[in-house]
């Protein structure tokens, strides 16, 4: 920290609105803060305020922040202000910090140990769908009696259609199942409260998902394992009903300061209040014109539940991100909703006004848009300072298709993301198994990569002999090998790669991340793999690339497993070398801002989502069986808004006049919403921009009406 820096206050830099709630230092706070009005300058100001000019022990403050991301970032800026102080500051995402003290509390919280691998999201459905399948939870249909006119082949094939349907009504189920007991954990619905005989009962339906729910959560507890959703809800269980352990978490915990409010869900609301049980104040951030996570448990009112009865609200409306021309369309569209909130954004900066073009198919709108982007980097627009922002992943091969026919560099968030490639997923297996050898999911994933002329009989008499040997998988692996069942090829492949699952293990506890990584990827065998499986070789490489980045990072390797668990799609993809243009959903894009936005796709049955429409707001907040599913049509107005508002310089909004989506033909056709945010059509396209004139669609229906 230089002199200037300490001579000065940290509210020097803030407006007096700004000043008022970063000052305010006791009680409970909840700051109304718009879209580029400065909440993260607001909030490290108030870090900085609190340890430098209030004597506040940073290391009793703790923060949380949408990405773990942004709180690595507000504690650089902080760190301008107070210096080294910075460092023990307590900031992640609500995930992250559960974690923490999970892992401070392990056995109290129900594992074996601390070492507990957090299962990603896509293992976590795979590991449901097992289960369903195993239980047998979707029954086949008898078959009639066979008819003795047909022959042998026609009845075999008639079985396996039969059979067939089974599997496609199994996926179905377990794919429904896994976002149930998704949402269940993110209203407060824990595993005992289901399997309580006291409880009522549910109908059919729900009662074979807490079937599933509970089988799930004992296979998870088998296997030292928590899922995204266990790691608030069993931090907050924990604090609820272990009096030491609230006593050592909150007690510790002398300033609450959440950021994005507006999207916690219920578990986290109520894990907030049980962290801020002894604080001296709680400061509660967002914007409700921004609560886009309904489909994640979030519900109006979050960020007033999360400061308490009686706090005080402060409003920033200043924005000094985008131009009053962009403003004004995304304060519109917001307008139309149930409950209006308090203060339009402003900000006295003139520019371009949106343009809205309509096209005559989604892949000439993918082209347009392509062309576009890239004569604005032939303009000298940086290709990272530039995004296209689509409601829902589906609709994104066409840009994908076209970007790479415009030869432009671009990334994509929300849709098939590096992360979720196998080879990362390969890597993160073998480095699991390395903290935890008895892993059977991760050694499923990797024994046959590369192919090792494992049969899956090969594969399960490991896994058998794991579970009942209490072995781990590279002791396992050389006495399968040794016990002379297997050809010579599965039998040279399975001491290899017992050789190298023990190696990991014997360094797992003294070796830096990045070093094991490479040796996952060069004593396994597996980088064979990396160099023959089918696809694009440079683009496998570049992800083990990027894991080799945040491995660098890491302190150990179970952190770096925990990192990589709950690292978001936006976090991994930012780690690519070189500028790109960013391809996008909406709510990958939260936190975000571009020079140049581009808005495709705003039609009728993709934006607003007809299902999201549909389901409006059910349940309510409070109720762990039936908590808010989705946020309706208010929701997609507030998807619109932070669209619109990701942009500083230029809004591009578009549509087709036809689309094919889901393999059918979709009416298309302008959104409703570009009425309600007054967008006028400013040009249509035939691969060429020519001027028409404007068709304003209709509104959609508002409960309330228009505040």
């Known amino acids: 920290m ?41 909030l490290t100001a108030r870090i900085g305020h609190l340890v430098r000019e209030r004597g506040v022990d940073p290391s009793t403050i703790v923060g949380t922040t949408f990405t773990n991301k942004a709180g690595r970032e507000i ?33 109290a919280a129900g594992f074996q140990d601390r070492s507990f691998v957090v299962l990603p999201q896509d293992e976590a459905a795979d590991l449901v769908h097992r289960i369903v399948e195993e239980q047998r939870l979707v029954r086949a249909v008898p078959l009639p009696d066979r008819d003795p006119a047909l022959s042998d082949e026609d009845w075999e094939r008639f079985a ?48 074979a998902f807490a079937s599933t729910y509970m089988a799930y959560q004992r296979a998870l507890e088998a296997r030292n394992m928590a899922d995204f959703g266990d790691l608030v809800l069993k931090a907050l269980v924990l604090l609820e009903e272990d009096p030491r352990a609230a006593r050592v978490e ?19 609301v109520r894990f907030a209040r049980a962290l801020a049980a002894e604080a001296e104040s709680v400061f509660a951030v967002g914007d409700e014109n921004q609560n886009i996570m309904a489909f994640q448990g979030a519900f109006p009112g979050a960020m007033k539940a999360i400061a308490g ?88 091969k066409p840009y994908e298709e076209a970007f790479v026919r415009a030869k432009v560099p671009f990334s994509v968030v929300g849709g098939r993301n590096a992360l979720d490639r196998e080879e990362a997923k390969d890597v993160i297996a073998f480095l699991r198994l390395a903290t935890s050898p008895r892993d059977d999911l991760a050694f499923r994933r990797i024994a046959n990569k590369p192919a090792r002329g494992l049969g899956q009989a090969a594969v399960e008499s490991v896994v058998a002999h794991v579970a009942a040997s209490g ?41 830096k ?38 491995a660098r990072e890491a302190g150990d390797l179970t952190d770096l497993l925990e990192t990589l668990a709950l690292m978001s799609d936006l976090e991994f993809e930012g780690l690519r070398e070189g500028a790109r243009v960013r391809i996008s959903t909406i709510h990958a894009a939260k936190g975000l801002e571009f020079d140049e936005v581009f808005l495709p796709c705003w039609e009728q049955g993709v934006f607003p989502n007809p299902r999201a429409v549909e389901e409006g707001v059910r349940g309510r907040a ?3 069986w039936n908590g808010p599913i989705g946020g309706g049509v208010d929701e997609e107005r507030r998807l619109a808004h932070v669209g619109l508002t990701r942009a500083r310089h230029g809004v591009h909004v578009s549509y087709a006049t036809n689309r094919i989506g889901f393999g059918a033909f979709l009416g298309a056709g302008p959104s409703a919403l570009l009425a309600e945010a007054d967008l006028e059509l400013t040009a249509a396209s035939n691969g060429d921009l020519r001027p028409a004139k404007a068709s304003r669609g209709t509104r959609m229906a508002s409960p309330r009406g228009r505040r």
């Open 622 to 624: 409070g109720d762990p």
């Open 471 to 511: 072995r781990t998988f590279h002791e396992a692996c050389v006495a399968v090998a040794d016990a002379g069942h297997l050809d010579e090829r599965a039998r040279e492949g399975l001491e290899i790669l017992g050789e190298g699952l023990g190696l990991l293990y014997a360094r797992a506890a003294g070796t």
């Open 513 to 550: 991340p990045d070093a094991l990584v490479e040796i996952a990827v060069g004593r396994t065998g597996y980088e064979e793999h990396l160099d023959r499986a089918e696809g694009d070789r440079k683009e496998r490489r570049a992800t083990v690339a990027m894991l080799r980045r945040v």
């Open 2 to 42: 230089d002199l200037i820096s300490f001579l000065r206050s940290p509210l020097d830099d803030l407006d007096p609105d700004q000043r008022a709630a970063a000052s305010a230092v006791l009680g409970s706070h909840v700051v109304v803060a718009g879209a580029g009005t400065g909440k993260t300058r607001t």
């Open 160 to 207: 396996g259609e039969a059979e067939g349907d089974r599997k496609r009504e199994t996926a179905a189920f377990a794919r429904e199942a896994t976002r149930t007991i998704a949402r269940w954990k993110s209203w407060g619905l824990t595993a005992a409260m289901v399997a309580d005989p006291r409880r009522g009962r549910r109908d059919a339906r729900e009662e």
């Open 75 to 107: 504690r650089d800026r902080v760190a301008a202000v107070v210096g080294d102080a910075s460092g023990s500051l307590r900031l992640g995402t609500f995930h992250s910090l559960g974690a923490r003290i999970l892992r401070r509390h392990a056995v």
């Open 309 to 396: 009865p009686g706090a005080t609200v402060h409003v920033l409306t200043r924005n000094r991100r985008c131009t009053d021309e962009i403003l004004r369309p995304a304060n519109e569209v917001v307008r139309w909703n149930r409950a209006a909130v308090r203060g339009a954004l402003v900000s006295g900066l003139s520019g371009r006004p949106p343009a809205v073009t309509a096209y005559d198919s989604e892949v000439a709108e993918a082209h347009g848009v392509a062309k576009a982007a890239k004569q604005l980097v032939q303009a000298g627009t940086d290709p990272s300072r530039i995004a296209v922002l689509v409601r829902s992943a589906w609709v994104l």
């Open 250 to 268: 909150a007690g510790s915990v002398s300033h609450l300061l959440v950021d994005e409010a507006q999207d916690a869900n219920a578990v986290q």
